[in-house]
Structures are given as structure tokens and as C-alpha cells.
Nanobody, 126 residues
């Protein structure tokens, strides 16, 4: 019954910034990890970043030092601040959730996530 809705995608120029938002609802537990994933045409879905219930984070090497994930549990929101965007970042971006079964460093493997949003398009182009 956990539902997720992404927003904030759009068209930006290379070097620009976007902030994606993921709104969660319907969960009776706060012990869940949120991940951001993306899928470009013809490519596999990949994990970008994830954040657990106590705000421990993980990032893919491709976005380290450019993207920042954050969480506001009071608002049931997770954000992905994307800076220094490149054309290679063009994709549909999804947020997804998994309930936490252990107190371990968050994983960003899409196979681990059971609840998914509908996706939001990010296009980086001049």
C-alpha cells in the first residue's frame, strides 16, 4: 500500500540543475529505504542513489559529487538535487522503496525495491 509519486523532471541545458521530489504515502512504517533509479532508451535500469530511514546514503560513481539525495520524514518526501547535469543523465527517473530488514548500509539495486513511482522524464540538451 506504499505509494510513490515523482515530480520535478524537465528539460535543462548541460551544466544545469534540477531537483526531483518523491512523495511517499500509505506506509504505516517509517523503516523504509528510498532509491532513485533511471532508465535511458535501450539501456538497463540503474540505481543512482538511495537513502535509508536514518538518512544514510549511497551513490553510484557516475553521480558522486554532482547529485545529492536527502529525506524529510516529517513531510514524507525524498529529494534528489542534480547539479552539473550532462547529456548522459537523460533518462526517465524513478523513485522506489523497500522496507528495511536490517540496519545495514543502503543498497541501490533495483531488484531490491518493491514499490515504484511512475517516473519523471529528465532531458539534458542544448
Amino acid at each position: 500500500q506504499l505509494q510513490l509519486v515523482e515530480s520535478g523532471g524537465g528539460l535543462v541545458q548541460p551544466g544545469g540543475s534540477l531537483r526531483l521530489s518523491c512523495a511517499a504515502s500509505g506506509s504505516t512504517s517509517n523503516y523504509y529505504t528510498i532509491g532513485w533509479f533511471r532508465q535511458a532508451p535501450g539501456k538497463e535500469r540503474e540505481g543512482i542513489s538511495c537513502i535509508d530511514s536514518v538518512s544514510m546514503t549511497n551513490y553510484a560513481n557516475s553521480v558522486k559529487n554532482r547529485f545529492t539525495i536527502s529525506r524529510d520524514n516529517a513531510k514524507n518526501m525524498v529529494y534528489l538535487q542534480m547539479n552539473s547535469l550532462k547529456s548522459e543523465d537523460t533518462a526517465v527517473y524513478y523513485c522506489a522503496a523497500r522496507y528495511e530488514g536490517s540496519w545495514s548500509y543502503p543498497r541501490c539495486n533495483p531488484d531490491d525495491y518493491a514499490y515504484w513511482g511512475q517516473g519523471t522524464q529528465v532531458t539534458v540538451s542544448s
